[in-house]
């Protein structure tokens, strides 16, 4: 199964206000195995960017004034998430901005029911407790140190490894394969690392029967 975690920065908190996106990040999961496919863009937002923004992401307008236009990029975003889940934190944000840069260019809204929003896992699975990207990194120490400013891919990351804890999933699941030689192993996934089962020799298992029968007689006699 693939899922697409998502990341946003933007020119401030509320459409209503005229902001956009100044950065988009997209990491693609798949079995909760992050793949090599990305999606990453900085964008140039057509408009200043606020001073409480600035403060968050540290993206100046003269950097974002080079950068590709949301519409010049959207068709290649619109593909990337095709038919995928999709993880945000904070979905109702990343979402309207997402959806306020669509409507601008004529294209459909991202639907709802194809977004899973971690900030609603963790409060309903911790309430009461500090629920921010932060707060979980802490909770399931997910170093965190890299965060200094808020980037989508770093985020995305992040979010990837807290999405895996929230769902109870502490590591990707292997699959046993045939193995004409040694059914006992593993498979070689996406991860890039395989595990083995190791078999005593027969000295080993001489040295265990010895060892099990000196502590019987211990025992009994």
Known sequence: MKEIVLDTETTGLSVRDGHRIVEIGCIELENLIPTKNIFHFYLNPERKVSEKAFE???????????????????DDFID????K??????????????????????KPKISTENVIDTLELARNKFPGSGISLDALCKRFRIDNSRREKHTALIDCDLLAKVYINLI????PTLNLVENGENN???SKGSAGYYKKIIKPTEQELLNHKDFLNKNLKKNFF
């Open 168 to 171: 109870d999933q502490k590591e």
């Open 56 to 74: 968050v992401h540290g993206y100046s307008d003269e950097f974002l004034a080079t950068k590709q236009k949301f519409a010049d990029i959207a």
């Open 184 to 186: 006992n192993s593993f």
């Open 85 to 106: 889940k999709i993880i945000i934190h904070n979905a109702e944000f990343d979402i309207g901005h997402l959806n306020n840069e669509l409507t601008i260019i004529g």
């Open 80 to 83: 990337f998430i095709k038919d």
